[in-house]
């Protein structure tokens, strides 16, 4: 079993930035590959960032790729989320989540946090 705990949601202007943090308890955190997913109101959740167990490869959304930034310390048990010129409609319920393969798809990760909320206001 692996728990996750997301801190570090908040409201921010348009524009603005926030760190999203994601610690990982139980089974050996560099077993896994870590994934971010969002589900705003009234949709489905949907992928946003993935990172290896290593930390040498990482994979984004094309919706948010050169303004959202995906990390991890190993060494922490944490991985984080870089969120940059955030927009209204980055607001959502953020989740982070663990596979044992990097992949962008919400079937393969087996454990996920309670999530934490972002809203960006206009």
């Known amino acids: 079993q692996v728990q996750l705990v997301e801190s570090g949601g908040g409201l921010v202007q348009a524009g603005g930035s926030l760190r999203l943090s994601c610690a990982a308890s139980?089974?050996?955190?560099?077993?896994?590959?870590m994934g971010w997913f969002r589900q705003a109101p009234g949709k489905e959740r949907e992928f946003v960032a993935a990172?290896?167990?290593?930390?040498?490869?990482?994979y984004y959304a094309d919706s948010v790729k050169g303004r959202f930034t995906i990390s991890r310390d190993n060494a922490k048990n944490t991985v984080y989320l870089q969120m940059n010129s955030l927009k209204p409609e980055d607001t959502a319920v953020y989740y982070c989540?663990?596979?044992?393969?990097?992949?962008?798809?919400?079937?393969?990760?087996?454990?996920w946090g309670q999530g934490t909320q972002v809203t960006v206001s206009s």
């Open positions: 989540s663990a596979a044992s393969i990097m992949t962008m798809s919400e079937g393969l990760y087996n454990y």
């Open positions: 990172i290896s167990w290593s930390g040498g490869s990482t």
């Open positions: 139980g089974r050996t955190f560099t077993s896994y590959a």
